[in-house]
């Protein structure tokens, strides 16, 4: 009888486990990833009709849970606005304060839904890690961020 209750409660434990597994999601971050699907943001606001993260000042940052970076990537490439001037995204690992792996820097487009591509550098990113965009301390109207891909 103890045999089968502890054999119940192993099974419950397994099971639990497994689910556990399955309801965390990754996000390949070798596919182009949209902006606005973030997992969390403070501070921005919807651009292109909901289609991509805009109004990104300093202390505003925006987050993806579980981006997997597999066995690891060197570049970001994404379709960005701006109609400011020089800005930049710093890109982070796992919380606000985490390992910076990139720095995107933004060009102006001359135009807020004048969307180009553009790259940066990315190092030390492998596995799963939540990402966060980070606006530069003392940036403002960084720009719109339609979507990202890295590889
Ligand atoms: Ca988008």
Redesign the pocket.
């Known amino acids: 009888m103890k045999k089968n209750i502890l054999l119940l409660i192993f099974t419950f434990a397994l099971l639990s486990f497994l689910m556990g597994c399955a309801s965390v999601p990754t996000i390949p971050a070798g596919k182009k990833i949209?902006?606005?699907e973030f997992s969390e943001e403070e501070g921005t606001q919807p651009e292109k009709g909901g289609?991509?993260v805009g109004y990104i000042d300093s202390g505003d940052y925006f987050m993806y849970k579980n981006v997997d970076f597999g066995a690891g990537v060197s570049i970001m490439r994404a379709s960005v606005a701006n109609n400011s001037g020089s800005r930049h995204l710093i890109l982070r690992l796992d919380s606000l304060e985490g390992p910076e792996i990139g720095v995107l820097a933004i060009e102006s487009t001359f135009d807020w839904n004048g969307y180009e591509e553009m790259s940066c550098e990315i190092k030390g990113a492998k596995g799963i890690h939540d990402l966060y965009f980070v606006a530069m301390d003392g940036e403002t109207e960084i720009g719109n961020i339609?979507?990202f891909v890295f590889e």
């Open positions: 949209q902006a606005e289609g991509a339609d979507w």
